[in-house]
T-cell receptor, first 114, second 110 residues
């Protein structure tokens, strides 16, 4: 069974631009969670989607948004990029909402904001 | 107080020794506990999950959970250089989301 895939793997943007990242979960998984990982803050939860509905949201500004499609694929968008948004963005999928099931991570998208 | 705390390390052990990684959490209603391993430049991969008090063994890995003390640990027996990585403790609490500790960097010396 194929694992979680994320595209693109690497991205360079400039301040003020916006970016969209994509995540395809493991086949059959309906829950997708997004995390931001930085050396200073570690792994921080952004949001979780289950059956196209945002189930939970972390403590990030409204510039960070996401959505999930009927095939469980998910996208996250960051608008008006700031230098501090440079990070590894990880997507994880699970069969059921994250509180009940193990999450499996994708390879991540490394975003550099200049 | 952080919700999930780990010794930041770094922790160094000689090859063949037992590596002990510790984690405490603040949310008393936490029900699910996970250990992930993350190699440099890679994404986290699941090593162990544990849901009830006591020990759970899988090969060279043993997870220990004590809900009364709000403490979870990971023991790695017969440590190998390939075990050198950052180990992340993750807990699902009342917020129904997975919260990670900052990780412990482990180096196994040949």
């Amino acid at each position: 069974k194929a694992g979680v895939t994320q595209t693109p793997r690497y991205l360079i943007k400039t301040r003020g631009q916006q970016v969209t990242l994509s995540c395809s979960p493991i086949s059959g998984h309906r829950s997708v969670s997004w995390y931001q990982q930085t050396p200073g803050q570690g792994l921080q939860f952004l949001f979780e989607y289950f059956s196209e509905t945002q189930r939970n949201k972390g403590n990030f500004p409204g510039r960070f948004s996401g959505r999930q499609f009927s095939n469980s694929r998910s996208e996250m968008n960051v608008s008006t990029l700031e230098l501090g948004d440079s990070a590894l963005y990880l997507c994880a999928s699970s069969l059921a909402p994250s509180g009940q099931e193990t999450q499996y991570f994708g390879p991540g998208t490394r975003l550099l904001v200049l | 107080q952080k919700e999930v705390e780990q010794n930041s390390g770094p922790l160094s052990v000689p090859e063949g020794a037992i590596a002990s990684l510790n984690c405490t959490y603040s949310d008393r209603v936490s029900q699910s506990f996970f250990w992930y391993r993350q190699y440099s430049g890679k994404s986290p991969e699941l090593i162990m999950s544990i849901y009830s008090n006591g020990d759970k063994e899988d090969g060279r890995f043993t997870a220990q959970l004590n809900k009364a003390s709000q403490y979870v640990s990971l023991l790695i027996r017969d440590s190998q250089p390939s075990d050198s990585a950052t180990y992340l403790c993750a807990v699902t609490g009342s917020a129904r989301q997975l919260t990670f500790g900052s990780g412990t960097q482990l180096t196994v010396l040949p």
